[in-house]
């Protein structure tokens, strides 16, 4: 017997090897990255903070796993990144996004090419719920040791929102999220979930309030901005498909276009009554509010633009349009059309009734106003057309990616946000180029700024 003790000491001391101070991990279980009801969301991201140094040199990321009970779980799905902080565009990635079952995760690790295997306890812990949406950021300082074998220099922490003015909301129907991005550096900060499809929004700064349009639930639910806490919850009576959804200067009314029935409806969203529902046009298109409270809606179908009084509902004007009309807006006593079809943007005189149209690009699609300039998004040939508005003229083509839609200016930051198919493009205001681009890996329906 006495034979086999060092070797029996041997294997036990074999059995304690660590990698990097850490014990060898136990195996992890693998997470899909498609959504799923009753899972929570999480989207792991990659930052760098600081100039780039010579040292601060490419890396290979094998694994990041997070853990909860007695298990741990692979954001990864075995897939190794290489990260070169060159290459971080607006210092910040989206590494993947991923379901994960509802709990408290406590731990994280992480396995690095030739650093081995970082783990260290999550503080705060992360506590996902059914439904919800959450960030996990991973930080490398290159203030700091240029080296990441040691991992002083890197900081893993869950999503903290900032309690600030300057953020701007996206909405992603298909993921049921909504990202919260800080306009200063135009990077992500943070995700909610919004059951439901969320869709059309409206932020409200004194009433500390996001609303959001949940089309598959039709419901309209109010986020409280300062917290995320669901603050309330509407029923949309009698509508079959809400599409579109607006709402008034004074955050007290929602209207909301229902495309398979023809009708627009007014909605208290104090009391969650219906005040006031009114047909239209066949199959409509777009809703918007103007300053003045005027309500413009667009039907392609029925080839007019309808003008209502939003607090009575009444019908304003009618204006024949057989160019497709799409996006509308109003400045000054001007009426901006964007006719998808024919390639146009239509300028229609409130006063006179004259009409002039300029050729832009390939769909127009929506239209926005900011310093004497309208800007429309060309949804076919991925641009933004610029236009001076005293004169109607097409003063510039931008490229800004694969199917511009909706657009938001933060005019603290002279910034313009423009959603794209996979995320969005951020075009500086003063120079009229491109200065940012956010991918989402999802397709973003809205995106609203907080002024």
């Known amino acids: 017997m006495k034979i086999f003790a060092p070797l029996f000491l041997l294997l036990a001391l074999c059995s304690c090897v660590t990698t990097n101070g850490v014990a060898p991990p136990s195996a992890s279980i693998m997470v899909k990255d498609t959504y799923q009801a009753g899972r929570a969301q999480l989207s792991l991201l990659f930052a760098v903070k600081g100039a780039v140094a010579e040292q601060a040199r490419r890396f290979e990321l094998k694994d990041v796993e997070l853990h909860a009970g007695d298990r741990w779980y692979s954001l990864l799905e075995d897939k190794t990144l290489s990260l070169d902080p060159a290459r971080i565009h607006g210092g910040q990635r989206l590494l993947n996004r991923l379901s994960l079952p509802p709990g408290n995760y406590d731990r994280v690790r992480l396995s690095i090419g030739g650093a081995g295997i970082i783990e260290r306890p999550l503080n705060p812990s992360l506590t996902l ?90 419901e309209i639910r109010i986020i409280e901005l300062s917290s995320g806490r669901l603050r309330d919850v509407i029923k949309i009576p009698m509508l079959m498909a809400p599409a579109f959804m607006v709402v008034d200067k004074s955050g007290r009314y929602a209207f909301l276009l229902d495309r398979q029935d023809d009708y627009v409806s007014k909605i208290d969203l104090r009391t969650g009554a219906l005040v006031k529902r009114v047909r239209v046009a066949a199959q409509p298109d777009f809703l918007d509010i103007a300053a003045d ?83 429309v998004t060309n949804l076919y040939s991925g641009t933004l057309s610029m236009l001076i508005a005293d004169q109607n003229e097409v003063f510039r083509t931008i490229r800004v990616g694969p199917e511009p839609g909706e657009m938001a200016v933060s005019s603290s930051r002279d910034w313009l946000y423009i959603t794209t198919s996979s995320g969005l493009s951020v075009l500086d205001l003063t120079t009229h180029r491109l200065t940012a681009v956010i991918d989402l890996q999802a397709k973003p329906l809205d995106v609203v700024v907080i002024q």
């Open 129 to 218: 719920a059914a439904d919800d949406s959450s960030c996990l950021f991973i930080t490398w300082d290159l203030r700091r040791a240029g080296s990441i074998v040691n991992g002083k220099d890197i900081s893993i922490h869950p999503q903290h929102i900032p309690l600030t003015t300057e953020l701007a909301y996206v909405s992603c129907p298909e993921i049921n999220t909504i990202y919260i991005i800080r306009t200063d550096n135009n990077q992500i900060c943070g995700a909610w979930g919004v059951s439901g499809s969320p869709g059309r929004m409206a932020v409200f700064k004194n009433l500390d309030e996001l609303i959001v349009l949940a089309r598959k639930r039709r």
């Open 293 to 375: 409270d005027t309500l413009e809606l667009s039907s392609a179908i029925s080839q007019k633009v309808v003008l209502l009084d939003a607090a009575t509902m009444n019908t304003l004007a009618v204006i024949a349009d057989s160019g497709g009309p799409q996006g509308l807006m109003i400045t000054g006593h001007y009426l901006y059309i964007a006719e998808k079809t024919a390639n146009n943007v239509a300028r229609y005189n409130l006063e006179s009734g004259g009409i002039e149209r300029h050729a832009v690009g390939l769909g127009p699609e929506r239209l926005t106003a900011y310093n004497n300039y309208v800007y």
